[in-house]
């Protein structure tokens, strides 16, 4: 065998130039030059003064959690960079970034849940003092659901935006 079919085994801490980079994650050059776009603060390859890309062991490790994220879990380029930039690179390629949602999402404020909770608090108070009239207490109920159902929806969405 040829001396230039062989392929050259680097160690892992050596840098590669965008096709070793590519070849190494199964992917196109042109992916990579996107996703370099799309992630300036994780992917930061050096450039050669003749214009080269040289991606560092630091850029490896993003691509890979990108690569990850994006063709083995289906997030969008968008979710990828949100959750990386949210829990980090080493996170993600430890399998232990997780997506936030449920419980920790209903922790933070809203206008909606301070609504709700308004709403709830005034019902806690007239159970407390004496029963309000059957009328506005269905007034207050029926805001109540109109309410829960606007929170469904919004919660919804942003699931939908996240992923």
């Known amino acids: 065998m040829p001396a230039a079919a062989r392929k050259v085994e680097k160690s892992a801490d050596a840098y590669r130039s965008i096709g070793e980079a ?4 199964g992917l196109q050059p042109h992916v990579l030059r996107y996703w370099e776009g799309k992630f300036t603060k994780h992917l930061k390859p050096m450039k050669r003064p003749d214009g080269r890309r040289m991606f560092r062991p630091e850029d490896m490790q993003a691509l890979r959690a990108i690569q990850l994220l994006v063709h083995e879990r289906g ?26 949602c449920g419980a920790e999402k209903a922790a933070q404020a ?13 019902f806690e108070a007239t159970e407390a003092e004496d029963a309000p009239p059957p009328a506005s207490r269905s ?4 805001m109540l659901a109109d309410l829960e159902d606007i929170k469904q929806r919004l919660d919804k969405a942003r699931l939908a935006k996240a992923a």
């Open 110 to 122: 809203s206008p909606a849940r301070e609504l709700q909770q308004t709403i709830r608090d005034a």
């Open 139 to 142: 007034k207050l109920e029926a």
């Open 75 to 100: 997030m969008t380029l968008k979710g990828a960079g949100q959750l990386i930039n949210e829990q980090g690179v080493e996170k993600v390629l430890a399998g232990e970034a997780i997506l936030k």
């Open 22 to 25: 590519a070849d190494e994650l």
